[in-house]
């Protein structure tokens, strides 16, 4: 693989001994058969840049760490993103991992699904290669154990969900395939995560079976699995499965104690990075930070998070060096070929194997030079890494292109790098366009190589018609205001607004209640034994210290205007009304908590949710004190049809209030009647605690809910509570003297108002909704807001401050810019077509439109500032009065003309006369 990638090619032909004109040889002797070895042209060896070999050997046979100088470099803070390693389920020796050749990890069968895996995407059996009709997942090898040798205590957080992707996508690689997964409880605890498992659990062929499970043996001659294990209806089964996948949990970063002793940092039980309780990215040494799963098992969208908020953190530190280091970037004059005669360029990306293994890359690279105002096409291993960036800009000074086109992925990400080697090259950057053959093409038809390779050209022929006719837009540079205003002032709006005016920004706190603090006043321990209110009370008093720091308590938002770097919005206060101007908008507003109507809710004063209760505890309430026994319901409110979401922190707090019961009275009864206990992370710990101390857990299903009813028992008041044991196989009730509700947190009452306000979006559950869940999991689409907090899902005191130093990180890349550009793609309107109907007016989302007076009278005009390019406008324009740029009717036809062939065109046109 290291030779098909390496991107250096020879003109000149070596000796018969040397397999190919790389830099990167396999040498054939009869003294050894094979070896391969680097030559003197490598890119790294030469510019300390590519590394692709190292990347793409799965045998770790390349490693360039020992051609390293050693270096000295003084900073002044430092991060460390070491990651994590999956466990390896060989040290337990009891699930036939190592042994039998048809149980593989979940790791495995992640590249066995990958179009850039050992058999291009296709699911193959190791022992034979054929297809597996029956494959098993069993859930939490490596995770949730404390005996077996070498397993974690703690939950892994991610295990679940990456297997019910796997399930998904094996039944779209292959729809007949019997899926089985083998789990304790379900931890679909993430945003939108409840959904993807109905997804999952609903495919046809697909089993979800609680149990645990032990591999029994597997047959000498099909090298079948048989797994045991039991369901509540027929006991103790045996079944034979193709293919085994053991979902393995993460474990610390390979020699994490010799990397904490080589920087002087401490390790928490579990050897991942020990940090501080009130800051996940916090290290016990000042000065260093990490990110990413050194802290603890951790997702992609919250490991994102800690980066930005590690980014964040040191900036704080080092506020008094800003921009001494920086250097300003200057692009050469940009040439004026607006009169020129297009000359196309055509740059064909394998992606790695992404596209390559599907799409002949060659034959669509000789295509692209048949068609009309091509001068130049050739294909790249990846277009997107530095060398080759830099070849396109040498190219289009070489072969004097005036247009560009990158056949490779989605312009999601990466069109604004590509639009920079041209503004290298002194071409205007909307002279580019990309044309989709990944996402469009090889990853929805990787069984279909010769259909897709034709596809891959006509995509390319339809970015060619519409290059021709695409002209050079001027972007608008934008002053940016460096204030920023924080819409909430929780945990999560105080702590972003500090880390803001750390770096020297004045920021404007508003909160809509008289008081700071949020839900946090609520709330009186964590887990952890952090006292919530005392840490409240310290960053309050932090808060109305800062002199950058201006707060408006009791405030309502009546209006905002504006855009990205620089908005207005009006507050009515108890100072009255005054007009904020700033550069950025932080939504951190919080949520709420679902008021019951079931379990006699607000009938009986027994009967009351985890907050009333936790509040009750702190406070000495002599009904709780005296109650000998509890009873705990959780999922009240949610995963149901009327909130069909998790809300995520219910099964930590009532495990907290059980332990803090415990505590106070060790002979009190606490159950806790819960459907899955989604204790994820390190949280795992207190869960086993609890059941160690007493605490009876009993599972009930949505179809048998706990059913409530006020008894007496012996002369004594109670409330009698009924439901299914599966595990006693009857129905049993438990006498409570008080009943605790795990109620939904639901978003707050002032979201939509918000939502009109700043123009962002909701999730279908009300949450705010982010740009990208991944790529910008703390950004709105509309640029220059952000969000942290439960206003964005409900989440842990220790994952909203992460968020919202993430969200301070996001605000102060935008903060550190003098100016801003606004995009060149934006609508302008033909005043003579106009005929001032207003539906565009009344399309726009952004405001961006109105009515001015002119000369013949008013028009409808577009605020290039306000214009978001959405194209809305244009489409409901009954006259046409109104183009998009970088999208007119001329681009765009021509690309739909060019997607039929004239032949074929000509053909259907004969076919149908």
């Keep these: 693989m290291c030779t098909e990638y390496c991107p250096v090619q020879y003109p000149d032909e070596f000796n018969q001994d040397i397999s190919n004109n790389k830099a990167i040889h396999i040498y054939y002797s009869q003294a050894i058969p094979l070896i391969t070895y680097i030559d003197e042209n490598c890119l790294y060896l030469k510019e300390k840049k590519c590394l692709i070999c190292e990347a793409v050997c799965q045998n770790e046979a390349i490693d360039f760490s020992q051609t390293e100088e050693i270096m000295e470099i003084n900073v002044g803070a430092v991060i460390l993103a070491p990651g994590y390693e999956e466990y390896d389920p060989r040290i337990r020796g009891d699930y036939g991992a190592g042994k039998y050749e048809n149980v593989v990890t979940s790791m495995d069968y992640e590249r066995l699904t990958d179009s850039t895996g050992p058999y291009e995407g296709q699911v193959l059996r190791p022992s034979d290669l054929e297809h597996p009709r029956k494959v098993a997942w069993i859930h939490c090898v490596g995770s949730r154990q404390v005996n077996p040798p070498g397993a974690n205590s703690y939950c892994s957080s991610v295990c679940c969900t990456y297997t019910q992707k796997q399930v998904i996508l094996t039944k779209e690689h292959d729809p007949e395939t019997e899926c089985t997964v083998f789990h304790n409880d379900i931890r679909s605890y993430g945003k939108d995560f409840e959904r993807f498992y109905q997804r999952a659990e609903e495919m046809p062929g697909v089993r979800f079976f609680r149990s645990y499970v032990s591999v029994v043996r597997e047959d000498p001659e099909t090298k079948n699995v048989t797994l045991k294990y039991t369901t509540p209806e027929e006991g103790v089964r045996e079944e034979e499965f193709d293919l085994v996948v053991l979902s393995v949990g993460m474990s610390p970063p390979p020699d994490v104690e010799g990397l904490a002793k080589k920087f002087g940092l401490e390790l928490n039980d579990h050897s991942f990075c020990k940090t501080n309780p009130v800051n996940p990215m916090e290290t016990s040494r000042p000065g260093f930070y990490i990110s990413g799963a050194f802290q603890g098992p951790l997702d992609i969208p919250e ?10 953190q040191c900036g704080e530190l080092l506020n008094y060096r800003k921009g001494d280091l920086s250097v300003e970037r200057v692009y050469p004059p940009e040439k004026d070929v607006s009169l020129e005669e297009p000359r196309i360029g055509v740059f064909v990306c394998h992606c790695g194997a992404n596209i390559g293994r599907v799409v002949n890359v060659p034959s669509a690279v000789d295509y692209a030079l048949t068609l009309p105002n091509v001068v130049y096409a050739q294909e790249q291993l990846f277009s997107c890494a530095t060398n080759c960036a830099e070849e396109i800009t ?8 005036n247009r560009v086109i990158v056949a490779a992925c989605s312009p999601r990400t990466l069109e604004m790098l590509f639009r920079d080697t041209l503004r290298e090259a002194g071409l205007n950057q909307y002279y580019y366009e990309m044309a989709n053959i990944r996402e469009h093409c090889s990853w929805v038809h990787p069984k279909q190589k010769d259909e897709a390779t034709q596809k891959a050209k006509d995509i ?7 290059t021709r006719y695409l002209e050079p837009l001027m972007e608008i540079d934008l002053p940016v205001d460096k204030r920023a205003l924080v819409v909430g002032g929780g945990i999560a709006g105080m702590t972003c607004a500090l880390s803001i005016a750390e770096h020297g920004h004045h920021v404007y706190l508003v909160e809509k209640e008289p008081v700071l603090g949020g839900t946090a006043r609520k709330v009186y321990d964590t887990l952890e034994g952090l006292d919530v209110q005392e840490f409240l009370r310290d960053l309050i008093e932090r808060v109305y210290r800062h002199p950058l720091i201006h707060v408006y308590t009791g405030a309502e938002i009546t209006g905002t205007a504006g855009y990205i770097g620089n908005f207005a919005t009006t507050i009515q206060s108890g100072r009255g009304r005054a007009e904020i101007k700033h550069g950025a908008t ?6 709420d908590v679902y008021t019951p109507t079931e379990y006699l809710y607000g009938e009986d004063k027994r009967v009351m949710t985890q907050l009333e209760l936790e509040e009750k505890i702190a406070t000495g309430d002599e009904m709780v004190a005296n109650a000998e026994n509890v009873v705990m319901i959780q999922c009240v409110g949610c995963r149901n049809e009327d909130r069909n979401y998790c809300s995520r922190i219910c099964c930590n707090e009532s495990v907290k209030n059980a332990l803090i019961l415990k505590e106070k009275n060790p002979d009190r009864d606490v159950y806790i009647l819960f459907r899955d206990m989604r204790t994820y992370g390190y949280n795992e710990d207190y869960y086993r605690e609890a059941a160690d101390k007493g605490v009876v857990f009993i599972r009930y299903e949505p179809e048998q809910e706990p059913q409530l009813e006020p ?3 012996e002369g004594r008041p109670v409330l009698k509570v009924t439901l299914p044991d599966y595990v006693l196989q009857k129905n049993i009730e438990i006498d409570a003297d008080l009943i605790a509700l795990a109620a939904a947190v639901i978003p707050s009452a002032g979201t939509r108002k918000i939502e009109n306000l700043f123009k962002v979006g909701l999730n279908p559950d009300g949450f705010f909704k982010e740009a990208h869940v991944k790529l910008r999991p703390v950004e709105f689409a509309a640029e220059g807001v952000y969000l942290c907090g439960i206003a964005h899902y409900p989440k842990l005191i220790s994952e909203t401050i992460s968020q919202a130093y993430g969200a301070a990180g996001r605000v102060l890349a935008l903060l550190s810019n003098d100016i801003v550009t606004a995009s060149g793609a934006i609508c302008e309107v033909e005043e003579s077509k106009c005929v001032t109907c207003g539906a565009c007016i009344d399309a726009c989302a952004y405001g961006a ?16 500032v306000l214009c978001k390019g959405d194209g809305l406008c244009n ?15 001329e681009e765009l036809l ?4 060019a997607a039929v062939p004239e032949e074929e065109s000509a053909d259907k046109k004969e076919a149908a006369v």
């Design 394 to 401: 040498d190219m289009i000074k070489e072969k004097d292109l």
């Design 849 to 864: 439109i109105e009515f001015q007076a002119t000369e013949t009278g008013l028009t409808a005009a577009v605020n290039p």
């Design 586 to 591: 932080v939504i951190a507003t919080g949520a």
């Design 460 to 466: 390319i022929r339809m970015a060619v018609a519409r």
């Design 303 to 312: 490991t994102v998070v800690t980066a930005s908020g590690a980014g964040s």
């Design 711 to 713: 008894a007496e028992e």
């Design 894 to 897: 021509s690309q739909i003309d």
């Design 875 to 889: 489409a409901v324009c009954p006259t046409g009065a109104i183009q998009l740029k970088h999208f007119t009717d």
